[in-house]
């Protein structure tokens, strides 16, 4: 690097040299922190994108299992009363039949038209435990893609994290070579200097 050489001409000088790095290099050193704020810059904006992707898919595959966890339960709450509806619909059949045989043919009807009732229940809520079965088959599925996506996004994460790294220290080095050709540029200028002389 070549340095100007400022005298100053006031009283009170001692007639000592100050050396003062040229602009050229200042540039250069500007250029190079530059780059390097740039560089961190762009790092720690790509760190907290990918920290942001990763905590929406977490908090999204968290919410997916709490709707599974209450889809599962609502349709095992749906089966018990399905269950049930059947139950109370063959206990009226059962009723029935013990009317009849016992010739009471009103209480026969009375009991088959309730049977009647309870089973069209039955059979509309078996329809709709069916329906929940499906949602809760798709949640179940949906749950496994994002815990599918939430792996491929870490894993995306540390590719970045290593991308960043090489890239830093790939800067570090061209930084130091770049330092060491300026510097041996200006030794070999100093020995050129000196073999003239």
């Known amino acids: 690097m070549t340095s100007h050489i400022v005298k100053r001409l006031s009283p009170g000088f001692s007639g000592k040299s100050l050396s003062l790095p040229s602009p050229v290099s200042a540039r250069t050193a500007r250029r190079s922190t530059r780059s390097r704020a740039a560089a961190v810059t762009v ?43 059947q139950a109370a619909a063959d206990q009226w059949l059962r009723r029935a039949e013990l009317a009849v045989s016992r010739g009471q043919d009103e209480l026969a009807r009375e009991a088959l038209t309730r049977r009647k009732a309870l089973q069209a229940d039955a059979d509309k809520m078996a329809a709709q435990a069916k329906m929940q079965q499906q949602a809760c088959d798709q949640l179940s599925a949906s749950v496994r893609m994002l815990e599918g996506k939430i792996s491929e996004a870490r894993s995306k994460k540390e590719t970045l994290k290593a991308r960043a790294a090489s890239a830093k220290s790939s800067i570090a080095i061209q930084e130091m070579i770049g330092s060491l050709r300026s510097t041996s540029s200006s030794s070999f200028a100093v020995f050129d200097k000196m073999e003239e002389k």
């Open 43 to 85: 790092e720690a904006n790509l760190f907290s994108r990918a920290f942001r992707v990763v905590q929406a898919f977490i908090n999204q595959t968290l919410g997916g299992f709490e709707a599974s966890a209450q889809a599962m339960a609502a349709q095992r709450q749906m089966a018990t009363r399905t269950a049930n509806a």
